[in-house]
């Protein structure tokens, strides 16, 4: 389970400099696509953290 959250973790933060690039150029179309995404990968990555505390 670790390996994937690290490979989550490495997604979420590809796809976060994607988003700052998109909002440096104020590429809206860009943003409102990749911004639900990212938040879907940080959703699942909490998820999956959270089944390996119990």
Same mark, same amino acid.
């Not at 670790?2 to 809206?28: C, G, P, S, W």
């Given at each position: @389970?670790?390996?994937? $959250? &690290?490979?989550?973790?490495?997604? $979420? &933060? @590809?796809?976060?400099?994607? *988003? @700052?690039?998109?909002?440096?150029?104020?590429?809206?179309?860009?943003?409102?696509?990749?911004?639900?995404? $990212?938040?879907?990968? *940080?959703?699942?990555?909490? *998820? *999956?953290?959270?089944?390996?505390?119990?």
């Amino acid at each position: @389970m670790k390996k994937v $959250i &690290e490979k989550l973790t490495e997604q $979420i &933060e @590809m796809h976060e400099r994607h *988003l @700052m690039a998109f909002y440096q150029n104020n590429d809206k179309e860009n943003i409102s696509y990749f911004q639900p995404f $990212i938040d879907g990968l *940080l959703f699942a990555r909490d *998820l *999956l953290e959270g089944d390996g505390q119990k």
